[in-house]
């Protein structure tokens, strides 16, 4: 592997769907056969979008759900298996965190079931206290009624 020619980016519109589909099912394990339009929903409504690629190749990937100031979380953190254990994984979150959408904000929170000791390398702390989840039902949740801003 040649390092010179790996390449961060934060352009939304350079990410390939298909490799990441790839990707995805290769290397992780929560996001196996994600559709490419789902996929593309994703990456449409999350801020910053950090893509990794050797030459044309997506070889990793992480994006974060960010109001710009107090709360952001961090998904789909990935580094393709024939490229871990050279400080990618590391820059990759690190080059999220420092995005500007990001830097200001006051607490980052993430998920994740077997990659502590990696998080805590980089300076996450364990937070068990705080965290809880709603999987969504639609059809036992009752619609509100709400006006739609028009987007
Ligand atoms: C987690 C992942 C992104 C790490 O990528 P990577 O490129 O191998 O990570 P790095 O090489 O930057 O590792 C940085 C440091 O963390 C350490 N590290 C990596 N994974 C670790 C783990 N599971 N536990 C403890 N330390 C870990 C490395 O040894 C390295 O330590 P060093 O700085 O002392 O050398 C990669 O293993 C991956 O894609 N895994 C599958 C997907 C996944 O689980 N993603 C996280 C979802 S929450």
New binding site residues.
């Given amino acids: 592997m040649n390092n010179t020619q790996i390449k961060f980016c934060d352009r939304k519109s350079e990410i390939d769907l298909y490799q990441l589909q790839e990707l995805f099912n290769i290397?992780?394990?929560?996001a196996k056969g994600r559709s490419i339009e789902d996929m593309g929903i994703a990456i449409a409504n999350s801020q910053p979008v950090i893509s990794v690629r050797d030459k044309e190749r997506l070889i990793?990937f992480?994006r974060a759900t960010s109001d710009g100031i107090y709360r952001a979380t961090?998904?789909?953190?990935?580094?393709?298996?024939d490229?871990?254990?050279?400080?990618?994984?590391?820059?990759?979150?690190e080059t999220l965190l420092s995005h500007p959408h990001m830097h200001r904000v006051e607490r980052v929170y993430?998920?994740?079931?077997?990659?502590?000791?990696?998080?805590?390398?980089?300076g996450f702390q364990s937070n068990s206290s705080t965290t809880m989840v709603l999987y969504n039902q639609p059809n036992l949740m009752p619609t509100p009624e709400i006006q739609l801003q028009e987007s």
């Fill in positions: 290397a992780a394990f929560w990793g992480a961090i998904w789909d953190v990935v580094i393709h298996p490229y871990r254990g050279t400080g990618l994984g590391s820059k990759l979150v993430l998920m994740t079931t077997h990659q502590q000791g990696f998080y805590k390398k980089i």
